[in-house]
Each structure stands twice: as C-alpha cells, then as structure tokens.
C-alpha cells in the first residue's frame, strides 16, 4: 500500500520559516520525481516544487529563493524549506510521488498557515 505522509505544517509568523517533510511507502522511492503543491481556499492548485529522481529541482517563481526542495532516498523522504514566509503562502501543502505513465500518488495534505 503507498503512502505519502506530510508533517511539519503549522501556524508561523511573517517572516519565519518551516520545514515540511513528506515520508513515502510502498514505493520505490528513488525512482520516482517528488513534488510540492499546494492549495489555498479558493485559489487553484500551485505547484510548488519539485525534484527529479535524478535530483534536478525546479521551484515556482513565487517561492523561488526563499523555498528548497530536497530529498533524501535512504529515509524515502522529501522535504521542502521554507523561509521568509509570507501571509500568500498560506495553503495547504501537498506531496506528490509521480513515475509518469500515470502513476502519481497523493499525500493528504498538512497545513500551513501564516499570520502575526
């Protein structure tokens, strides 16, 4: 059974940091690319970053330089940091294990909110 679990969400300030993490099962984890996305209320789906099985990364304009994303294939996780929050990055932050070929698993999500 594949899993995706996110932890590492939660309330921060403006200007602070987190650091979500996004533990897989089930998969053969290095193998597969890894995404970030997310969703605010209202708003469509964003993607938020990625990286390759290869470990090639791509952020979107919106978070790059304050955003990175990383992977670590021993523990099959991956971890997106973020720093210098703003009140807009407030979404819910989604995991995302994609082989192409239509086979991509979903986390269920973890929170982040951002507010003084």
């Known amino acids: 059974q594949v899993q995706l679990v996110e932890s590492g969400g939660g309330l921060v300030q403006p200007g602070g940091s987190l650091r979500l993490s996004c533990a897989a099962s089930?998969?053969?984890?290095?193998?597969?690319?890894m995404g970030w996305y997310r969703q605010a209320p209202g708003k469509q789906s964003e993607l938020v970053a990625v990286i390759t099985a290869s470990g090639s990364t791509n952020v979107a304009d919106s978070v790059k330089g304050r955003f990175t994303i990383s992977r670590d294939n021993v523990k099959k996780t991956v971890y997106l940091q973020m720093n210098s929050l703003k009140p807009e990055d407030a979404a819910v932050y989604y995991c995302?294990?994609?082989?192409?070929?239509?086979?991509?698993?979903w986390g269920q999500g973890t929170q982040v909110t951002v507010s003084s």
């Open positions: 089930g998969i053969t984890f290095f193998i597969y690319d």
């Open positions: 995302n294990a994609d082989r192409g070929r239509d086979i991509n698993y």
